[in-house]
């Protein structure tokens, strides 16, 4: 008589999952598609003024240019060979939304926001 191993597979619930997989990412590592406030919502899409006119002032900005993905050709200027590197604008804004929520990053690239970052707790 001969005896077959099977193995079984568990299909996990989609919530346990998602769980697991938030775990595994980190602090700081959750993204969402819009952030409440005041008593609005900025977007993923929006344009950085809107986002200010919604909500205000952040408590920290950075800005730094980013190499564009795209390289000129070089091109040569009496004795010299120069590469034009473009770059794009990179602006992110740091809100402090109250006391038990999370410090917010909102992105910026070319002036539309393209990214909701959060990070620590605010205690």
């Given at each position: 008589?001969?005896?077959s191993?099977?193995?079984t597979?568990k299909?996990?619930?989609a919530a346990v999952?998602?769980?697991?997989?938030?775990?595994a990412?980190g602090?700081g590592?959750?993204q969402a598609?819009?952030f409440?406030?005041?008593?609005?919502?900025?977007?993923?899409g929006?344009?950085k003024?809107a986002?200010?006119q919604?909500?205000?002032?952040?408590v920290f900005?950075?800005a730094?240019c980013k190499?564009a993905?795209?390289?000129?050709?070089p091109?040569?200027i009496g004795n010299a060979?120069?590469?034009v590197?473009?770059c794009?604008?990179?602006d992110?804004?740091t809100?402090?939304?109250?006391?038990?929520?999370?410090?917010?990053t909102?992105?910026?690239e070319?002036?539309?926001?393209?990214?909701?970052r959060?990070?620590?707790?605010?205690k």
């Amino acid at each position: 008589m001969r005896s077959s191993t099977m193995a079984t597979i568990k299909i996990l619930p989609a919530a346990v999952l998602a769980a697991v997989l938030f775990a595994a990412l980190g602090p700081g590592a959750a993204q969402a598609q819009s952030f409440r406030c005041k008593n609005d919502l900025a977007n993923v899409g929006e344009a950085k003024a809107a986002v200010f006119q919604k909500c205000g002032e952040p408590v920290f900005k950075d800005a730094f240019c980013k190499p564009a993905s795209e390289v000129r050709s070089p091109q040569v200027i009496g004795n010299a060979t120069v590469v034009v590197v473009g770059c794009e604008n990179v602006d992110e804004w740091t809100y402090n939304p109250g006391y038990g929520q999370f410090m917010t990053t909102l992105r910026f690239e070319s002036g539309k926001l393209v990214a909701i970052r959060y990070g620590d707790r605010v205690k």
